[in-house]
């Protein structure tokens, strides 16, 4: 790969921004005027603060209250402390027009998040790159523009943290650990994956307690974003997706992925960052109709259970299309690492880490960005030229022949990361060379493999199939469980037919599925489903799925009874 071109680089201006031409009300507002922010799924709105307010407590009066049938809400919009008193006997009128006027002549963009963003300036479209308070300009800058960062991401440029200190520091953690460059590597794709139109993976750090997958979380998060960003997996599905969109383009740490609780927010958070998702069409008093911005994050997670058993012990099934969207990463020789770099345990080498983690904050992002925006073209240019050096540099690392199924569909993916990998060892952010990148993804994609061969043993598809076989060839034998005390119920009823999570389950009999499954596969049947993620189990239930079932006379009792719960999900499997 070429060397860096050393592009002028274009650092964010101070908080005080750019004259600008304004009216005489505009001007003589009590207010710092500061830009105009513009976001995807948004109306315009003008940032601005009190005159000697910090930089990060900046206020958005989107335009759309700027209109004479609006004047009430943006009366109300201005009830927050210190703001009433200074607009006091300023007419909502006149706050109004000097606004707009604001806005149609300012030639400052204020941006208030991090990562790359894209806006128009008279009429040319513009790309920059907004980290750690540094704005770095993508496309040539237009004359007469200026951007501003604001709110939260205009806090002071971190001081610089020497690189060779990090690559001293590093070198040999990362060259022989490649879990640890992993996670590192996911972190830096994050900030690209939608840039070039790469589909999210989730990955998912799996292993006891104590292994060393928080700590790994935390590092990556302080290297990277100079902060620890890691929180914990706890909320409703909704909520879970609208932290990940407000997250934008970067990665999000979650731990203690698990419980009752989790299964649906899981599912819906690894579709929703795999999909890109754009969000529901919402209005209200300061915005018009407009659909949220769509999710462009990374999940990290890190969970004691694998995600298929995290899901079924919340009751759910883990389908192809969400294992597609995830991939696993288990436990090394020392937990998350694979070797003990002259330490005397993994205690010792996890504290080393966590100490230096701290002491590089921010280094690994910083110069990540800097070095890809100052040589944001070529970059462009050797993704297209090497991806097929880099995808058979990790295909020949994992030697697992050409993927297949689900690992086939995270190979562009996976392919991208290691792109990133290699461009970062070649511009000098990371301490390792790109064979190191190549065995560290070549471990991921051979490990994954292993694990689903494992699932996919001889006697496992058999019997999967045989299960498969026996319902496309009698669905008569399944009533639908609505009408179990139907007097007219055909003869040789296998079970029942029910709706659990949304997808149709067939509720075999436990002595219909002995008979015509155990009988010949042994008690290790309703695992081979299992392992499968074709099965439906409820917590302490084993391999069981008890259902209520009002049986012929009974109209006002139901009677727990014990099924082989099969999720549809097994029709539509590959063999």
């Not at 707009?100 to 990562?115: I, K, M, Q, S």
């Not at 292994?211 to 890691?230: F, I, P």
């Not at 934008?248 to 960052?273: P, R």
């Not at 596969?521 to 009002?550: I, M, P, S």
Request: hydrophobic share 45%; net charge positive.
């Amino acid at each position: 790969m070429p060397k860096p071109q050393h592009r002028k680089v274009h650092a964010a201006q101070t908080f005080t921004p750019q004259p600008v031409v304004a009216t005489e009300a505009a001007s003589s507002l009590p207010l710092k005027l500061i830009g105009l922010l513009e976001k995807p799924g948004q109306p315009s709105a003008v940032a601005l603060a009190l005159p000697n307010a910090d930089p990060c407590n900046t206020i958005s009066v989107p335009l759309s209250l700027c209109v004479s049938s609006r004047h009430a809400a943006l009366d109300e919009f201005f009830m927050r402390p210190g703001f009433m008193s200074a607009l006091k006997g300023i007419s909502a009128k006149t706050l109004a027009a000097a606004l707009r006027t604001f806005a149609e002549n300012t030639p400052v963009h204020a941006l208030d998040t991090e990562g790359i963003q894209s806006f128009d300036h008279n009429g040319l479209s513009c790309k920059v790159w907004v980290k750690a308070g540094n704005v770095f300009w993508l496309t040539k800058k237009p004359d007469g523009a200026e951007v501003v960062v604001v709110g939260k991401v205009a806090r002071s440029v971190r001081k610089a943290v020497s690189a060779k200190k990090f690559r001293k520091t590093f070198g040999e953690v990362l060259k022989q650990c490649p879990r640890l460059l992993i996670v590192l590597l996911f972190a830096l794709a994050a900030m690209l994956l939608d840039e070039f139109g790469i589909a999210s993976v989730a990955l998912a750090l799996v292993g006891m307690s104590t292994s060393g997958k928080t700590l790994t979380q935390r590092a990556t998060s302080m290297l990277v974003y100079g902060e620890d960003r890691l929180e914990h997996f706890d909320g409703t599905p909704q909520g879970i997706i609208e932290a990940i969109r407000a997250a934008g383009a970067n990665a999000l740490f979650f731990e203690d992925v698990h419980g009752a609780n989790a299964g649906e927010a899981l599912v819906a958070a690894v579709m929703a960052t795999g999909n890109g998702a754009g969000g529901r069409k919402r209005s209200g008093y300061s915005r018009h109709v407009a659909a949220d911005a769509p999710i462009r994050g990374t999940l990290i997670l890190s969970a004691e259970a694998g995600l298929a058993d995290t899901m079924r012990a919340a009751s759910q099934v883990m389908l192809t299309g969400q294992f597609a969207r995830a991939i696993e990463l288990h436990l090394g020789k020392y937990g998350m690492f694979d070797a003990l770099c002259g330490h005397s345990s993994s205690a010792d080498l996890a504290e080393y880490v966590k100490v230096q983690s701290k002491e590089c904050a921010g280094v690994v992002g910083d110069t990540f960005v800097e070095a890809i925006a100052t040589n944001w073209e070529s970059v462009n240019k050797m993704w297209l030229s090497r991806r097929d050096e880099v995808r058979d540099g990790i295909l020949h690392a994992a030697d697992i022949g050409a993927p297949t199924g689900v690992t086939n569909r995270q190979v562009e993916t996976l392919i991208f990361i290691g792109f990133v990998g290699a461009i970062a060892a070649q511009y000098d952010v990371l301490p390792v060379k790109r064979s190191h990148v190549y065995e560290a993804m070549g471990l991921l994609l051979r490990e994954q493999e292993r694990r689903l061969q494992g699932s996919r043993t001889p006697v496992g598809q058999k019997a999967v199939e045989a299960v498969r076989r026996f319902i496309l060839t009698h669905p008569a034998r399944f009533l639908p469980i609505e009408r179990v005390s139907d007097p007219t119920q055909v003869n040789g009823l296998a079970g029942y037919l029910k709706i659990i999570n949304g997808r149709p389950t067939y509720l075999f009999f436990a002595e219909t599925f002995d008979a015509e499954f155990v009988s010949k596969f042994g008690r290790e049947a309703a695992t081979h489903l299992r392992d499968a993620g074709h099965l439906v189990c409820q917590g302490k239930r084993g391999n069981r799925y008890q259902a209520q079932v009002r049986l012929s006379g009974q109209e006002n009792h139901r009677t727990p009874m014990n099924f082989v719960a099969v999720s549809q999900s097994i029709l539509a499997a590959e063999d």
